[in-house]
C-alpha cells in the first residue's frame, strides 16, 4: 500500500531547510496539535489547526523526506511558521518505511523593535 496520495490530497504544504536556512526539499504531510492525557491541555489555547498546549505537534509525513537524516539545527516550515524538529522516527511496513512521524515545536521568533 502506497500513502503518498493521501499525504499530497490532504497534507498542507511543509518545506524543509537547513541549520544554514537553505532550502532542503517539499513535501505534504500532516501536522497536528499533540494532545495530553489527565486534562494536562486545560492551560493551552486554540490555534487554526486545533489545540495546542505547549507548542508541540505531531507531523506525519511519507518516507522520501526523511526528517531523522536532517542534522541538528534544521526546521521545518507550514503555514508561515516555523517548527523545530525534537524526535524523528521510521515507521515500517514489514521491512519498507511506511511514512515517518516527529514531535515538532513552534519556533517562536522575537522581532526586533526599531529605534
Known amino acids: 500500500m502506497n500513502i503518498r496520495p493521501l ?12 541549520r544554514d536556512n ?18 494536562m491541555y486545560l492551560y493551552g ?6 489545540y495546542n498546549s505547549q ?4 507531523y506525519i509525513g511519507p518516507p522520501d523526506s526523511d526528517l531523522t537524516l536532517l542534522s541538528d539545527g534544521s526546521y521545518i516550515s507550514c ?24 514531535i515538532v515545536r513552534e519556533i517562536v521568533e ?3 523593535e526599531e529605534s
Do not use: M
Open 79 to 102: 503555514a508561515d511558521k516555523k517548527y523545530r524538529i525534537d524526535r524523528a522516527e521510521k515507521v515500517y511496513k514489514g521491512s519498507d518505511v511506511f511514512y515517518i512521524w516527529a
Open 22 to 39: 537553505e532550502k532542503l526539499g517539499e513535501t505534504c504531510a500532516f501536522i497536528s496539535p499533540l494532545r495530553y492525557k489527565n486534562k
Open 45 to 50: 489555547v486554540n490555534t487554526e489547526i486545533g
Open 7 to 18: 499525504f499530497a490530497e490532504y497534507g498542507r504544504q511543509v518545506e524543509l531547510f537547513g
Open 55 to 58: 507548542g508541540h505537534y505531531l
Open 110 to 112: 522575537i522581532e526586533e
